[in-house]
């Protein structure tokens, strides 16, 4: 089993920024993807980015290309996302997630961190 903690949500205005930090425990060996998603009240989850454990190539949703960046510490099982020139919209509960090598979708997810943007 895989155990994700999200942590760094909280209050920013917007264009500022805020950093979050999800760390991975137990299997975490089998690691092919992690990744960020999000999700406001009253909508499906969408995905903002996501970054491959081995390669560290990175995909962003068209949203957030340009102010957020998807980072890995593989030494610390940790993923970051740095979210820059915040906007109200990107008001959230952020969740970071888990996808093994041999999946089709992410299998873990962590428990969620708000992030509220203020104009």
């Known amino acids: 089993q895989v155990q994700l903690v999200e942590s760094g949500g909280g209050l920013a205005q917007a264009g500022g920024s805020l950093r979050l930090a999800c760390a991975a425990s137990?299997?975490?060996?089998?690691?092919?993807?992690m990744g960020w998603f999000r999700q406001t009240p009253g909508k499906e989850r969408e995905f903002v980015a996501a970054i491959s454990w081995s390669t560290s190539s990175t995909t962003y949703a068209d949203s957030v290309k340009g102010r957020f960046t998807i980072s890995r510490d593989n030494g610390r099982n940790t993923v970051y996302l740095q979210m820059n020139s915040l906007k109200p919209e990107d008001t959230a509960v952020y969740y970071c997630a888990l996808r093994p090598f041999g999946a089709v979708r992410y299998d873990y997810w962590g428990q969620g961190t708000q992030v509220t943007v203020s104009s």
């Open positions: 137990g299997r975490t060996s089998r690691t092919y993807l």
